[in-house]
């Protein structure tokens, strides 16, 4: 119950004015007045609605509240000067039910006066002592920058990454009001804060948000949401650009990003007016959201702190305040019953099937070991489909491509049937060749049924539903051997990386780094890896475990990726270990940002594998063109040192022998660590199987004089070795 308090309320509606002043009430009394307002539609409504509905939103009386809610008028300013007042609006503002229940109107207001809510509560305030403290709060007066941001929200922002900059200055500002439910992340980099966003969408499934100045700073953003448009993530990019009637005059920063990001975007805008603001950051959002891809605002600096009105002022008649919704529209997306039993006779009919599972997947690890174990098929997985099911599964190979496993290429050489599960995977040379295997697609976007194979069926839908409604379809194929013919062949891969995950020599490998790390990490991690040689270790060594998050850039494949990934997973699940699994050369581009993490506390691991090389690049140029290496070098850094001088701690790893007790200690320190393991160079992530020009690629570049030649012939030979004996 309330303490009785003084105040004065003055609202304003649409049609007039009218005065109210409230004496010293207890919340009984309070109550009762307030109901004898609402019989007054005409003055009292939208004040009744607002206190009595915070009165029992904050007595824990939902069901009452939203009853007065149900009447609320979505136009009312409210000015108060009475400190007792305001903490009592606040008290109601700040109920996560009312937040939701009152009108869009309304629930924006109310949380202007939350914000303004810090005052203690008072058992006698009077006006002659707080009228001067306090200032006159008129909520109705939003700017665009206000409405960009309560509508973001609104869709589930909570989280914006970015780096300020004159040209978003009046967003700026908007966070800085609006912080308490909006939480900024300053970066070091812009590119940063987009592979943050991207990473924030992969392991929430939410939109993620970044925010950049004009010109440079959003031309900054470009690789990242690259990235999150090539494998189908959600991000909003926020921009600022130069004064709207200054545009195209060869001004500072003269850059038209709307047109920049044209090629990048499912939804791209320039914002009109500070009017235009609500209905653009609303179909911004529901379209990145609904198309799983990259959205962009980009927002002249002048229209951020324009006022918007209810009318006048640059509005049009048609576009009438507060016409969008944020109700997001899900769709189920079930296949028919007619492709179902197609799809259930091409796979009933397959003798040796297999499954290649990818990132569309990931939420159907149950359904997709039903259907291995129905149809006797091994699972083999695209790099994104790494946790579609965990390592130690008795139906996976484990990875495909020049990064998989030996048993994942033989089922894909041998199978007659192909099932393919939310994957687009780009490299077809690992697939069944066209005519040799009957397929079966299923895919949220009808557009990639087909795409990488010629199949008979596409089952358009969410892979783990699509499952359940195939699964009563399928027989169970009673001829085992194709499962079983998979399940040896990983048995003896699996000793393979084991052997090659407990050599002990000097310079230490990059296997046994993965390998120790890999047997370390808790059921729950989030694993993020960079591109490069790094990902073959991380696909081979370090697996996939039933609860954990793997992921890496896919089609994009990028580098530089792992530190913001690992950052944006941390801010999503501070409970979670948070792993970046980076080489020398990706960590180096944007090695800044490990200091966001130093700022923010975020108790981040970052694997450094140091090779001091380009190492994907250099055995391409070898084995893809014959060539020597050639400006793959890079200049060594001590990684650990540099944590330190970050304010972090930083480990160093030279022997294989050390391996696993730093690992131990590096995983139990507080805060954000670096582990710099310093690995051989020349040791090559071999494909599963070499080809004949593969070897006479290798073997000429050798002729030409790659450099470290000698040492590399001895590495292989060692590899192959330790393979037969």
């Known amino acids: 119950m309330y303490s009785p308090f003084s105040a004065l309320l003055e609202f304003e509606m649409l049609h007039g004015v009218s005065h109210v002043d409230l004496g010293p009430l207890d919340a009984r009394l309070f109550q009762r007045s307030v109901q ?32 007065f809610a149900k009447h609320c008028l979505t136009r009312v300013t409210v000015k108060i000067t009475s400190a007792a007042t305001l903490h009592f609006f606040a008290k109601g503002a700040q109920s996560g039910m009312l937040r939701h229940e009152l009108g869009r109107g309304c629930r924006s207001d109310c949380h202007r006066v939350a914000n303004y809510g810090r005052c203690p509560a008072a058992e006698s305030i009077s006006l002659a002592e707080t009228s001067a403290a306090l200032p006159s709060l008129d909520v109705m007066s939003r700017t665009a920058s206000d409405v960009l941001i309560e509508t973001i929200h609104a869709w589930g922002v909570d989280v914006v990454f970015g780096l300020p900059g004159d040209g978003i200055n009046g967003i700026m500002e908007a966070l800085r009001k609006h912080q308490d439910r909006v939480r900024f992340v300053q970066v070091r980099h812009e590119e940063s804060a987009a592979f943050m966003a991207c990473g924030y969408a992969k392991h929430t499934g939410r939109l993620g948000c970044c925010l950049a100045t004009s010109g440079p700073g959003g031309i900054h953003l470009l690789n990242g949401l690259y990235d999150a448009k090539l494998d ?37 805008a320039r914002c009109m007016g500070p009017e235009h603001v609500e209905n653009i ?13 990259v959205s962009h605002l980009c927002i002249p600096v002048n229209f951020q702190e324009g006022e918007v009105k209810s009318k006048g002022n640059g509005r049009s008649e048609r576009n009438v305040p507060n016409h969008v919704s944020d109700v997001q ?155 079983a013919q998979a399940q040896s062949g990983m048995q003896d891969w699996n000793k393979l990386m084991e052997k090659q995950a407990t050599a002990r020599t000097i310079p230490m490998k990059p296997q046994v780094v993965a390998s120790e790390l890999g047997k370390r990490l808790p059921a729950n991690a989030i694993v993020n890896c960079d591109s490069g040689t790094i990902a073959t270790w991380w696909a081979r060594h370090i697996p996939a475990r039933r609860g954990q998050m793997h992921t890496v850039s896919g089609n994009l494949a990028t580098m530089a990726c792992g530190l913001p990934y690992a950052i944006a997973a941390q801010i999503a699940h501070p409970d979670r270990m948070c792993v970046a699994f980076v080489g020398d ?15 923010y506390r975020l108790p981040i691991k970052v694997v450094v594998m140091k090779n001091n090389s380009l190492g994907q690049i250099k055995w391409e140029q070898m084995v893809f063109l014959g060539n020597p290496e050639y400006g793959c070098d890079l200049t060594p850094i001590d990684f650990a040192a540099f944590a330190r001088a970050c304010g972090a701690n930083g480990f160093t790893i030279q022997e294989a022998d050390q391996c696993g007790d730093i690992i131990d200690e590096a995983l139990r320190t507080e805060g954000p660590v670096v582990i710099e393991a310093v690995v051989d160079p020349n040791e090559p992530p071999m494909p599963p199987k070499i080809t004949a020009r593969q070897a006479a690629h290798f073997a000429e570049s050798l002729a030409k004089g790659t450099p470290d030649r000698k040492r590399i012939i001895e590495d292989i030979l060692e590899d192959k070795i330790r393979e037969l004996v």
């Open 36 to 67: 004898q307002l609402s019989r007054r539609p005409d003055e009292g409504m939208p004040l009744a609605v607002f206190l009595v509905a915070g009165l029992f939103a904050h007595e824990n009386d939902p069901c009452r509240a939203r009853a």
């Open 585 to 599: 050369g990706g960590f180096t581009m944007l090695m800044g940002d490990f200091v966001t993490a130093v700022r």
């Open 232 to 268: 189908g993530q959600p991000v909003l990019a926020i921009t600022g650009m130069q004064f709207h009637d200054l545009a195209e005059t060869r001004s500072q920063q003269d850059v038209e990003l709307d047109k920049l990001f044209m090629d990048v975007c499912v939804y791209n």
């Open 329 to 483: 529209a899900d769709s189920a997306r079930l296949p028919c019953e007619a492709d179902l039993r197609r799809a259930a006779e091409v796979l009933n009919s397959g003798k040796r099937v297999v499954i290649l599972a990818g990132r569309g997947a990931l939420r159907a690890t149950d359904e997709l070991e039903a259907t291995a174990e129905r149809l006797g098929a091994p699972i083999v997985k695209a790099l994104l489909g790494k946790a579609a099911v965990p390592d130690d599964s008795p139906y996976t190979t484990g990875s495909i491509g020049l990064l998989g496993t030996r048993p994942s290429q033989e089922a894909m050489e041998d199978c007659d049937t192909l099932l393919m599960v939310g994957s687009s995977f780009p490299y077809i040379e690992f697939l069944p060749k066209p005519g040799q295997a009957r397929g079966v697609q299923i895919e949220l976007d009808p557009a990639r049924v087909g795409l990488r194979y010629p199949v008979e069926v596409g089952l358009v839908g969410d892979s783990r539903r699509a499952l359940q409604a195939l699964l009563p379809f399928l027989k169970r194929n009673g001829k085992r051997s194709f499962l």
């Open 281 to 293: 950051a609303e179909l911004a959002c529901r379209t990145a959201l609904s198309y799983r891809g």
